[in-house]
């Protein structure tokens, strides 16, 4: 034990000088900042000596319940999955031969869910009961609505809005679509509750979609999938860093120049250490995939690149399925006749790029059409009225800056509160024009810079880069879990004494 605080104090004190003298990565990141970013890079830049069974289980760690909030846990039942799965084949119908069907095997009794909100918030009476649907981050397959209170708590506070976070299924134990599943299910729940939860039907107008990094892809997902099966649309959709193409298929996934501490694309998502749960996805999304080529069951929906000798791309969903729209909403054949998007990025996050485009496509439909091997297809969906949309990147931020204190991040939360609340208080009002914007460590708003629009002109949308993992042979020190623990130990005091 004594190795292990001995290395985490060694790494601190290393940290701490390099801030003092070198200086931090960007000069408006504090010392506690330096200190969170480079105690999660290490962890992601070193997974490889870890299950997925290990890392998830580290990062359920519940966050304590922020002051001024309350927590009421429940849990939504199963014929609401139920409701949601009879959408849901319709609309994934041209895609079901690539799909696993175990998806709609339920092994559990509902969904565990938690209302986030003020004391005495009078929700229940209001004319307008403002409500948002939150879906937490973790690449799909971490983290849970306990260790996104920080989040939920801060967004109830600043909104006075009641939010309703869930622990939608995880991957590679549940993968796509089951998570598309649980959250359709929990929108339905607002829309239509049992009797004896103390409130109404909600009015859709009164809800707002939201989440961070793949709960912000979710979110869009979601979106796309009520628009698709007629459902009645929500007020709004805001995403802080959404993770919206998985091929990973833009420019600023490979930079060198990104500090984010998503390290750059190694060939593959699929970098950690061998377990049980691993192994077993591995061997169906083999399996399936042989089926797939085999049996010539439908067309072929995915590019070239996704074929990959080396396997598996991500723990969410098979190769064959990375461009199915629900799964890369990026990808999808029309972002039009959305909700109002606000879509927030940070200037160094290694998604950067993915977001903009998004951004693009949704605002100016026509302009924009994805991926080449989608040519055609905008032309042939109803779906072709330009959403409104308000892309804003923060200026030496990384990926969900908003989790970590700086200015920036109280003028996300400013301006998320503000979208809230115009999209749900205002319906009727005219909403501001789309925008583009580029926000300074001032809070001063600017016009893009050249480096953003660089992938509004990229060739390769949509196409998984031809890198290989066996290219990246990391020569960093290699973190076990008790020194990752050791580390986020001191870093915690670290975090409290400066």
Partial sequence: MFEFVNNSLLFNISLIIKHYLIGPPKPSWDLKFHQTWAMI?????????????????????????????????????????????VHLNKILKPYEHVL????????????????VHVPNDGWEKREIRKTIL???????????????????????????????????????????????QDALAAYLYLLNPPKDTGFEPLNPKNIVIAGDSAGGGLSLAL??????????????????????????GTPSILDDECVDFIPKFKGSN?????????????????????????????????????????????????NECLAIPYVSPMLTESLGNLPPLLLVAGDEERIRDEIIYLAHRSAEPTKYKGPSYNAGKFEKSPFQTPTNTTLEIYEEMTHVFQTLEHPSTTKSYERTSEFINRVINSPNEPLPPSSYNCINVKGEFNNLKEHHKKVLNWEEIGIVPSITRNEFNSTSHRLTPKLLISIGIVSVLAYVLY
């Fill in 41 to 85: 890079k290490s962890l992601s830049e070193n997974t490889s000596n870890m299950t997925i069974e290990q890392i998830q289980s580290a990062s359920f760690r519940p966050y304590p319940t922020p002051a001024g909030v309350m927590i009421n846990e429940f849990k939504i039942n199963n014929k609401y999955r139920h409701e949601a799965q």
């Fill in 223 to 248: 979106g796309l999938a009520i628009r698709d099966a007629g459902l009645p649309s929500c007020a709004g959709i805001s995403c802080w860093s959404p993770w919206v193409d998985l091929t990973h």
């Fill in 134 to 180: 939150y879906l937490h981050g973790g690449g799909y397959y971490l983290c849970n609505k306990d260790s996104s209170r920080n989040v939920t708590g801060s967004l109830a506070k600043w909104t006075n809005t009641r939010v309703l976070a869930i622990d939608y299924r995880l991957a590679p134990q549940n993968p796509f679509p089951a998570a598309l």
């Fill in 100 to 115: 696993d069907p175990e998806w709609k095997n339920l092994k559990d009794d509902g969904i565990n869910a938690e209302w």
């Fill in 270 to 318: 699929v970098t950690h250490a061998e377990s049980q749960v691993l192994n077993e996805y591995k061997e169906k999304t083999a399996a399936l995939t042989e089926k797939i080529k085999k049996q010539n069951l439908g067309p072929k929906i995915w590019h070239d690149s996704f074929d990959r000798p080396d396997g598996v791309l991500q723990l969410y969903a098979p």
